[in-house]
Nanobody, 120 residues
Framework: QVQLVESGGGLVQAGGSLILSCAAS????????LAWFRQAPGKEREFLAR???????YYRDSVRGLFTISRDNAKNTMYLQMNTLKPEDTAVYYC??????????????WGPGTQVTVSS
């Protein structure tokens, strides 16, 4: 079992930045491949970025250069730094573990999500 909990969501002004955290427990954090997804009301869950055990990263084209995924194995925590936020970035943001793709169904573990709201 792996438990994931997101934090750091909230209200931010358009053009601003926000950093999300995902704390993991239940097994060795360093062994996990991790990813960030988001889902807006009425929309499909959307892949944002993933980071491998090695630290190798991959981003959705639309957020590449704007979002940065990272991990701190000593703290069992993954991060998503989001810059130049837009109202369309408003969504529930989820961390996921156990997969290595851009498809949500490939991931075995999920956090409960954290709300990010970007005001104009």
């Amino acid at each position: 079992q792996v438990q994931l909990v997101e934090s750091g969501g909230g209200l931010v002004q358009a053009g601003g930045s926000l950093i999300l955290s995902c704390a993991a427990s239940g097994r060795s954090f360093s062994s996990l491949n991790l990813a960030w997804f988001r889902q807006a009301p009425g929309k499909e869950r959307e892949f944002l970025a993933r980071i491998r055990r090695s630290g190798s990263t991959y981003y959705r084209d639309s957020v590449r250069g704007l979002f940065t995924i990272s991990r701190d194995n000593a703290k069992n925590t993954m991060y998503l730094q989001m810059n130049t936020l837009k109202p369309e970035d408003t969504a529930v943001y989820y961390c996921a573990a156990g997969g290595l793709s851009t498809i949500s169904e490939d991931y075995d573990y999920w956090g409960p999500g954290t709300q990010v709201t970007v005001s104009s």
